[in-house]
């Protein structure tokens, strides 16, 4: 788990249970993306939220999902937000 720490002090994250994060302060979590089946059963990774692309369409849910972190852990996580 990737934690980046603003100079400001602020602390960003690809949110998981690896740590407890309300130790190390206050929490607020916003979504990253929404990962859903579409009309054939394939899972699509929509990052609007977070102003990114659509991805997939994908055949397993769990390449979805990785797919999910890979993106937001290369063009949101390091970036200024």
């Known amino acids: ?8 002090g602020q602390v960003r994250c690809i949110y998981a249970e690896t740590i407890d994060l309300a130790a ?5 979590i916003s979504r990253g993306s ?11 990774v929509d990052l ?19 797919s999910e972190i890979d993106w937001l852990e290369l063009h949101w996580l390091s970036s200024d937000h």
């Open 1 to 8: 788990m990737q934690l980046i720490i603003t100079a400001e």
């Open 24 to 28: 190390i302060g206050r929490l607020q």
């Open 34 to 44: 929404f990962v859903e089946p579409n009309s054939a059963g394939q899972w699509i």
């Open 48 to 66: 609007s939220p977070v102003r990114g692309p659509r991805l997939g369409p994908f055949a397993q849910r769990s390449a979805a999902l990785q």
